[in-house]
């Protein structure tokens, strides 16, 4: 079975602050995804990484897919109270269907 | 464009009664998911479809039925409610041709409660 592991669950900062976000598996995928979701509203795709060692920007979010594509990380530079969210991590497995992490949640406090 | 909708917003729903909770998606894409997300548990896939007239079981498929009777619609059934299915329902699509990246796009998401 594919899991997806999270971590921090929970993360509280205040706003300038740089945190980073871990998924982490034994299994490796052929592509991962990063979505934010905010109160209220469903995910929101923010960046695929599909190449083992890929680096992605996002203006203050910088995402990378690991050399043996088994994890990623999302690290957020000076964060702002507008990155408060859930960000949720889902490889594709091995049918193709997503395989999702249970997320962390982020409080950026003014 | 609208995207996915998602009707109704929330409902509360007495034990043993039928709801059907509406997805319609205007981007014509061939895919699309039911999850519930639930506190500790994270987004679980209910059912799926590939293509209009297919449909698949996911994770937790038990209590609840889907039909894709064209490419923009699909409904979820819940036959007869009971309080373990109170949950956030959220609907997705996706263009899911032959690549493995299987991006999805998720509708505003259904509360529904049974009491």
């Known amino acids: 079975t594919q899991l997806l592991e999270q971590s921090p669950q929970f993360l509280s900062i205040q706003e300038g602050e740089n945190l980073t976000v871990y998924c982490n598996s034994s299994?490796?995928?052929?592509?991962l995804q990063w979505y934010r979701q905010e109160p209220g509203e469903g995910p929101v795709l923010l960046v695929t990484?599909?190449?083992g060692g890929e680096v992605k920007k996002l203006k203050r979010l910088t995402f990378q897919f690991g050399d043996a594509r088994k994890d990623s990380s999302l690290h957020i530079t000076a964060a702002q109270p507008g990155d408060t969210g859930l960000y949720l991590c889902?490889?594709?497995?091995?049918?193709?269907?997503?395989?999702w992490g249970l997320g962390t949640s982020l409080a950026v406090n003014p | 464009i609208a995207g996915i909708t998602q009707a109704p917003t929330s409902q509360i729903l007495a034990a043993g009664r039928r709801m059907t909770l509406r997805c319609t998606q205007d981007?014509?894409?061939?895919?699309m998911y039911w999850y519930r997300q639930d506190l500790g548990l994270g987004l679980r896939l209910i059912h799926y479809s590939n293509t209009a007239g297919t449909t698949g079981k996911g994770e937790v498929p038990d209590g609840y039925s889907v039909s894709r009777a064209n490419t923009d619609d699909f409904p979820l059934t819940l036959a007869s409610a009971v309080p373990s299915q109170t949950s956030v329902y959220f609907c997705?699509?996706?263009?899911?041709?032959?690549?493995?990246?299987?991006?999805?796009?998720f509708g505003p998401g259904t509360r529904l409660t049974v009491l």
């Open positions: 990484v599909v190449t």
């Open positions: 997705a699509s996706s263009d899911a041709g032959g690549g493995s990246i299987n991006e999805q796009f």
């Open positions: 981007m014509r894409h061939n895919a």
């Open positions: 889902a490889g594709v497995g091995l049918n193709r269907k997503l395989i």
């Open positions: 299994s490796v995928f052929s592509s």
